[in-house]
């Protein structure tokens, strides 16, 4: 198929030699309401399928596009499968405008020349995917509120409260519990609804989870524990996975499920009072229609470990927000050829 005259014009005013390659990637809104704007999308893709020798080893030369002229790139990080040889690869794409109600759009997957590199600020990927611990990560344009954890100290936005843990920053964030519970917590007031997660990669008796909280989680309870007055959902003993929550310090388990195992993304998603529910890696579902609090703005999102055992801690890799979709029902994808 010969190449976009339009693509070709915008290439040599750029200075850049396009690429003929691309999929068009179909999404459809299949509710009566528009997605939030922006709205981070999942798109599945198997490299192997489409063909290796597209892509480079580490899918660096993948690129989105809102437009067939490839004029209004979409910022996309690659959560998961980051190689040509992968059967599932999980990529997060931003759309500032949404998708509208009852409706489809079409945007555009530019394959580049294999060889070509992330930039690290259209196209990224998870920070513990690179050989050099966030060195391509541009999560920060692509979600509503995201933190890795580079470096040796905690990123702007983020705070502790340790009750005799600890916190430790190294290519990804350790807590270790004390006597109770050591939380990492967001000084950002979150908007609601909205979807909390995290990149759990491994624990050792303790609970470990994200949680929806009051504001006023500096103010201890006596029993110890930090998150009061919210919702908590993860793994309790690193083995169950578990919905609940906390009232003025004291737990109360909303429903718990079967075995669960590390590494595991955690989500908690309020879709509004009544309607909950934490999922580890997209699936194995618990919901709840607990009704105890009505979590709106003001409301603050973060990381929790509880201790169950010696030496008990949990390490979290990134830690983010993300748009709820109309009704809890996320948009379909349909992959289209490479033209």
Do not use: C
């Not at 014009?9 to 030699?17: D, F, L, N, P, V």
């Not at 040509?84 to 998708?99: A, D, K």
């Not at 920053?169 to 995290?198: F, Q, R, W």
């Not at 009232?247 to 909950?276: E, H, K, R, V």
């Amino acid at each position: 198929m010969p190449v976009n005259p339009i693509v070709l014009m915008y290439a040599y005013i750029k200075g850049i030699t396009p690429s003929a390659k691309y999929i068009p990637i179909t999404l459809t809104n299949s509710q009566s309401s528009i997605t939030p704007t922006p709205f981070q999308q999942l798109i599945s893709i198997d490299p192997s399928t489409i063909g290796s020798s597209y892509f480079s080893s580490d899918l660096g030369n993948i690129r989105f596009y809102a437009d067939s002229a490839f004029t209004q790139p979409l910022y996309a990080w690659v959560e998961s499968g980051n190689s040509n040889t992968s059967t599932s690869t999980n990529i997060w794409v931003n759309l500032p405008n949404g998708i509208p109600a009852n409706s489809s759009i079409t945007i555009y997957m530019e394959l580049l020349s294999v060889g070509t590199e992330y930039d690290g600020v259209y196209m990224g990927e998870a920070p513990q995917l690179s050989s050099t611990y966030g060195q391509y990560d541009n999560g920060a344009s692509v979600f509503n509120n995201y933190w890795n954890f580079a470096g040796t100290s905690l990123p702007s936005g983020l705070n502790t409260l340790l009750n005799g843990g600890s916190v430790t920053v190294n290519n990804g964030v350790t807590l270790s519990t004390g006597s109770a519970e050591t939380d990492v917590y967001s000084s950002t007031t979150l908007t609601t609804p909205a979807i909390v997660e995290a990149l759990a990669t491994s624990d050792s008796n303790s609970d470990a989870g994200v949680f929806f909280s009051e504001t006023d989680i500096t103010s201890t309870p006596s029993s110890g524990a930090n998150i009061n007055n919210g919702y908590i959902g993860g793994y309790s003993l690193g083995t169950k996975q578990e919905l609940w929550k906390d009232i003025n310090g004291n737990y109360y388990s909303l429903t718990s499920d079967g075995s669960a195992t590390y590494p595991a993304i955690l989500s908690l998603i309020w879709g509004g009072t009544g309607n909950l529910e934490t999922t580890f890696n997209y699936g194995s579902a618990l919901t709840s229609t607990d009704t105890s609090f009505s979590v709106g703005s003001g409301w603050i999102v973060g990381l929790t470990t509880y201790n169950h055992g010696s030496s008990p801690y949990a390490k979290y890799q990134w830690l983010r927000t993300r748009a709820y979709p109309p009704n809890g029902v996320m948009p379909t994808v349909s992959i289209g050829s490479i033209a």
